[in-house]
Every structure is written in structure tokens, then in C-alpha cells.
């Protein structure tokens, strides 16, 4: 990391009720540094050349000349366990499914994290549609419309399991592409250190574990199909997840 505690980040201990009269942002937001760190903030204020910034457990003061973006935090509300069975889309999700190989629920954890099964919703970073593809990505795959649920699911499905091929299976590592980006992926090696990105990779495996452990039509036929699969590179049938130290755990 280049910026260091001593020379960027200095901690100041002001009351709490300031940032609740001042600060202009009235839910957490992300502060993009230029070392790649983002800081998870409940409230900010430019003061002179400087930034300070309310997070858990306190203030930090940063070089304004260091703040390369502040991002609004992305939130749809809680869920409860979906299956592929019972969500919505389901018939789509299953054809997908099997036309790239891929577990139904795996790709229903997805859209419930990226888009509260909303076709029509936009990110602040022009993510559209249930599995939010940036436009670039969706003309990578042939989409020609972008909200429509079947080609969305379609390409973020196809986007999905090529990530997954990627990583030699590595649903962590696949979901951390998914939602920082490759770049971000070979940048640091492993997981970035994205507080969003962390935190959405636990959602979605979370809600995966909780898809697989309940007792759906499928799992009431076959007992095994409770394991946590994805797709294996060749044609066989989906293999059990990759998981390597290191990675986010529930």
C-alpha cells in the first residue's frame, strides 16, 4: 500500500455529531484512493486540501490529491434463501443453466446479489439488468438489448463461466472478477482488498450455501445435488467448488 498511516491517513478525534450536521452523504459511500484502497465512509468533508472522513471506530484526515473518487454504495434489500426452482426467471435460469453447464442456483445467488431480480435496474456505474453488464461487456456477447432477462442471464451466465474457467474453478475468485473485474483480479493476485468486493463475494456464496442446503425438488430427488457446484472446464457435469485459503469465509 502506498500510503501509509503516518504520512496520509491521520486519525482526528471529533464528536460524531458533527459528520450528522455537516456531512452532504446520507448513506455509506466508498472513497477511491489512488493507492487502489477504498475506504468504506458514513460521511466526508472537503476542508481546504484535505478530506475528512467518518468510518467505523472514528475520523481519518486524507490528502485531497489522493482521492481519486467517492462512489456511491450500491444496496438492494435483503432476500430471503432463493433456489432456482422458486425464484423469479426461473425458466430462464434453468435453460441457461444447462446451455453453459452452470448450477441454476449459482446463477440465482448472482442476480439476487447484482440486481434484487430487477430487470430493468441501472448501478451508479451503468451496470444494467438482473446480472449488471456494463454495456461493454454485454456487446462482447452479442446483446442487443441489455434489459431483456433472457439475453442478460444469457450473457451473465456465459461472462460467469468463462470467469470460472479462468480460475481453474475458483468461485471466490470468479465472483471477485465478476464484480471488481479481471484487471483487478491480476493486479493483486488474489482477492482485492475492496471492501465492496469482499463483501459481495461472501453474499453471494452465502446465499448459494443457503440455496443448496434447503430441501428444493432437486435435493428431495437427489440428495447429493445439497453440494456447492459449479462448472467444471470440460463437458462433464458440474464439479464441487474450488475453495483456496485466503478467501473470504462466511
Known sequence: MRLTLSACLR?????CAFFVATAPCVRAEYIALRSGQRLHVT?????????????????????????????????????????????????????VATRYNMDADLITSVIAAESNFDPKAISKRNARG???LL?????RFGVQNIFDPQENIDAGTHYLRDLLHRYNNNLALALAAYNAGPER???FGRMPPYAETVSYVRRVKRAYEKSKS??????????????????????????????QPGLPND
Open 11 to 15: 486519525r482526528v478525534l471529533v464528536p
Open 135 to 139: 454495456p461493454g461487456t454485454a456487446a
Open 185 to 187: 483480479v491480476q493486479q
Open 214 to 243: 434447503g430441501l428444493t425438488l432437486e435435493t428431495a430427488a437427489n440428495p447429493l445435488s445439497k453440494k456447492i457446484a459449479i462448472p467444471a472446464a470440460s463437458n462433464s457435469s458440474p464439479a464441487v467448488a474450488n475453495t
Open 43 to 95: 460521511g466526508y468533508q472537503l476542508l481546504g486540501d484535505r478530506y475528512r472522513l467518518q468510518i467505523a471506530g472514528g475520523v481519518l484526515e486524507v490528502p485531497a490529491e489522493e482521492v481519486t473518487g467517492i462512489e456511491p454504495e450500491d444496496l438492494f434489500a435483503p432476500l430471503p434463501p432463493v433456489s432456482a426452482v422458486t425464484a423469479p426467471f426461473r425458466e430462464i435460469v434453468k435453460a
Open 130 to 132: 438482473l446480472m449488471q
